[in-house]
């Protein structure tokens, strides 16, 4: 936020009368943007599991644009004084929201919980504001997957590659056997997605950490990035005209009936392939992106306790911290969302196939190290910084006469005053 309006958060908040607190029986509300499918399904039972324990759930769903149009509302109501005690948020813009003064730590019950010791590092501090708890993570998403349709691979005589040498390989096999090589919709955050996973396949983790972590301008202006440019665009005669504007899931579509043979994106895809009735390692296979098994690139949902005006509010706070880091609430919700538990040591017997391996993944990885926050999906940067390299990344994807040389020095721009 701007000066203005931190000014008009303080003064707002200041000004809250006590007459209003007592207006009304405590109340937990909870601002989310689950609206559909099985996160609909999963806030439903989370409501039942908060009521259990005597809170009053106040629903407050806003649909619409990946969680953007929650947001404008969430500024709103925080500058009017009356922030939701609870809202869906992630990545940097929770430490955002830290600098307002507008959190409060849950401290108590990620001790009592153990958290410390049931998150990987990275992920803990993410969920920190100076060292103290101010948000609870609910589930762990892998962006760098590879889907894979198996039998349009054998027929094609390719083989599922684990580098990008086996990737081209394939990707001639399946065009000469006229399927689309690569679905990919066309939309600025896909072609991102795409981007960052072939950046960690073809660089590396510590590259990674270097450009869109710590946003070191030698590393984007560094011949490797000129090799991750070059070859995320030689991907692009495999995907076909259709992509302009294409939803994720539509792409995800032609992998599952066998007008293409593979797409990345994130294991929400998976969603897609059971809801048509697949079974994965058998209609469908999941594999990490090219060079890319030894790092997990994650994206984290998360709930964000904001500074109410009522302390009994704070009991419904504190029971749905601890509820959204159950083991049982952490089991029902990613088998309905497609995602892994984030909780260490949780108990896979229930889930398929793909998320046993993600989940054995996800904790390889947060012992060695190489878990990297996604900063196509939030994770890692401030949205305005993302937002200018996602421009970059999509506009170089679309143009026909950009060049990597080109796309490397806008890159660099894009980084403004960082």
Not at 376 to 403: C, E, P, R, Y
């Amino acid at each position: 936020m701007n000066r203005t309006v931190r000014t008009m958060l303080v003064l707002v908040v200041g000004s809250t009368t006590v007459a209003v607190a007592h207006a009304a029986p405590p109340e937990l509300e909870v601002l989310h943007w689950w609206t559909a499918g099985g996160e609909a399904k999963s806030v439903g039972e989370l409501k039942k599991m908060l009521e259990a324990q005597g809170d009053k759930w106040k629903d407050f769903a806003v649909a619409g644009g990946g969680g953007e149009n929650a947001m404008t509302v969430l500024k709103t109501r925080v500058v009017s004084g009356n922030p939701p005690a609870a809202a869906q948020i992630k990545g940097p813009t929770i430490q955002e929201w830290g600098d307002e003064g507008a959190l409060t730590s849950i401290d108590d019950v990620a001790h009592a919980g153990g958290w410390d010791a049931a998150l990987p590092p990275i992920v803990a501090e993410i969920m920190k504001y100076k060292g103290h708890y101010v948000a609870a993570p609910v589930n762990v998403h892998r962006n760098n997957w590879l889907w894979v349709n198996p039998a349009v691979f054998a027929r094609a005589g390719a083989k599922v590659p684990t580098n990008f040498d086996e990737f081209f390989a394939a990707a001639d096999k399946l065009q000469k056997l006229g399927v689309i090589p690569v679905a990919q919709g066309g939309q600025p955050w896909q072609d991102a997605t795409m981007f960052e996973s072939v950046t960690l396949g073809v660089a590396g983790v510590d590259f990674y950490r270097r450009a869109f972590m710590k946003l070191d301008r030698s590393a984007i202006l560094s011949p490797t990035m000129l090799k991750v440019l070059e070859t995320y665009k030689r991907i692009k005669p495999y995907t076909d005209k259709n992509a302009p504007g294409r939803d994720w899931n539509l792409a995800t579509g032609l992998v599952i009936n066998g007008k293409a043979g593979m797409q990345f994106m994130g294991d929400w895809a998976k969603g897609e392939f059971l809801a048509a009735g697949k079974v994965p390692g058998k209609d469908f296979v999941c594999v990490p992106a090219p060079s890319t098994a030894n790092a997990f690139l994650f994206n984290i949902d998360s709930f964000v306790m904001f500074k109410q005006t009522r302390k009994d509010n704070e009991k419904g706070q504190r029971d749905l911290a601890t509820t959204l880091m159950s083991p049982k609430f952490q089991e029902l919700f990613n088998l309905n969302k497609g995602s892994i538990p984030v909780r260490a040591n949780a108990d896979m017997q229930k889930f398929d196939s793909c998320a046993q391996q993600s989940a054995k993944d996800f904790a390889a990885d947060g012992r060695s190290g190489t878990l990297l926050p996604s900063w196509a999906h939030g994770m890692a940067l401030h949205q305005s910084v993302a937002g200018a390299l996602q421009d970059v990344v999509s506009s170089f994807w679309n143009s026909d006469h950009m060049t990597a040389k080109e796309a490397q020095q806008k890159l660099a721009g894009a980084l403004g005053s960082q």
